[in-house]
């Protein structure tokens, strides 16, 4: 079976902090909102396009959702589709991978690979 797994799109300065404090309390807006923003495989492109838009130096989390258990609830949001939402500061052991944001050639984000 294979583990559920959504997506954080992170600032360089955002990744640097989860690598070196080992957890992330979320970004300006997660904060904002009391929970941090989440996107699966399926939604992260127009996240990208819609909510990070001209920016640089963004990074991709890949994050296993199993191990957040209780602190991931799915929540209606754009478009009324059903978005996760991490109640919790996000733990750096709960990341599966992450690289620095990419596109393949029809412009959809690629996903980071495990090293």
């Given at each position: 079976?294979?583990?559920p797994v959504?997506?954080k799109v992170?600032?360089?300065?955002?990744?640097?902090?989860?690598?070196?404090?080992?957890?992330?309390?979320?970004?300006?807006?997660?904060?904002?909102?009391?929970?941090?923003?989440?996107?699966?495989?399926?939604?992260?492109?127009?996240?990208?396009?819609?909510?990070?838009?001209?920016?640089?130096?963004?990074?991709?989390?890949?994050?296993?959702?199993?191990?957040?258990?209780?602190?991931?609830?799915?929540?209606?949001?754009?478009?009324?589709?059903?978005?996760?939402?991490?109640?919790?500061?996000?733990?750096?052991?709960?990341?599966?991978a992450y690289?620095?944001?990419?596109?393949?050639?029809?412009?959809?984000?690629?996903?980071?690979?495990?090293?």
């Open positions: 079976m294979r583990t959504a997506y992170l600032t360089a300065e955002q990744m640097a902090a989860l690598e070196h404090q080992g957890s992330f309390a979320g970004a300006p807006i997660d904060l904002a909102d009391g929970y941090i923003h989440l996107s699966t495989h399926a939604q992260l492109t127009e996240t990208v396009d819609k909510h990070f838009a001209g920016q640089t130096g963004l990074w991709v989390a890949a994050v296993d959702l199993e191990a957040l258990g209780a602190a991931v609830k799915w929540e209606p949001s754009r478009g009324g589709h059903l978005f996760p939402h991490l109640y919790a500061p996000l733990p750096l052991s709960a990341v599966l690289g620095e944001l990419a596109r393949d050639n029809a412009g959809a984000v690629t996903l980071p690979v495990a090293g």
